[in-house]
Nanobody, 124 residues
Framework: QVQLVESGGGLVQAGGSLRLSCAAS????????MGWFRQPPGKERDFVAT????????YYADSVKGRFTISRDNAKNTVYLQMNSLKPEDTAVYYC?????????????????WGQGTQVTVSS
């Protein structure tokens, strides 16, 4: 089975930075695209960022563009989300995900496997 484990969340002040990691196992990591989603308190889960199997293509939600960077290290079976200039509205549980595709995708429906999430809290 595909296993995804997020880490790196925590409490940070507005304007600060965090780096989230997602470690994958159970499949050939380098062949599949990956994505990050987040779910703020009381709201639906939203797309954040995605990266193709090779790392050659990336795509970001408008709300994080220019502040967040997604990357991957296929040798380590890990995808990262570098979050800079954090805002209180970035507070959410962050999830990494993958599916049966190699491209970069923002479509929730294309993701079949999800991690348990990691909490990010940004204070004013």
């Amino acid at each position: 089975q595909v296993q995804l484990v997020e880490s790196g969340g925590g409490l940070v002040q507005a304007g600060g930075s965090l780096r989230l990691s997602c470690a994958a196992s159970g499949r050939t990591f380098s062949r599949y695209g990956m994505g990050w989603f987040r779910q703020p308190p009381g709201k639906e889960r939203d797309f954040v960022a995605t990266i193709s199997y090779s790392g050659g293509s990336t795509y970001y939600a408008d709300s994080v563009k220019g502040r967040f960077t997604i990357s991957r290290d296929n040798a380590k079976n890990t995808v990262y989300l570098q979050m800079n200039s954090l805002k209180p509205e970035d507070t959410a549980v962050y999830y990494c995900a993958t599916g049966r595709f190699g491209h970069a995708s923002s479509r929730y429906q294309e993701y079949d496997y999800w991690g348990q999430g990691t909490q990010v809290t940004v204070s004013s």
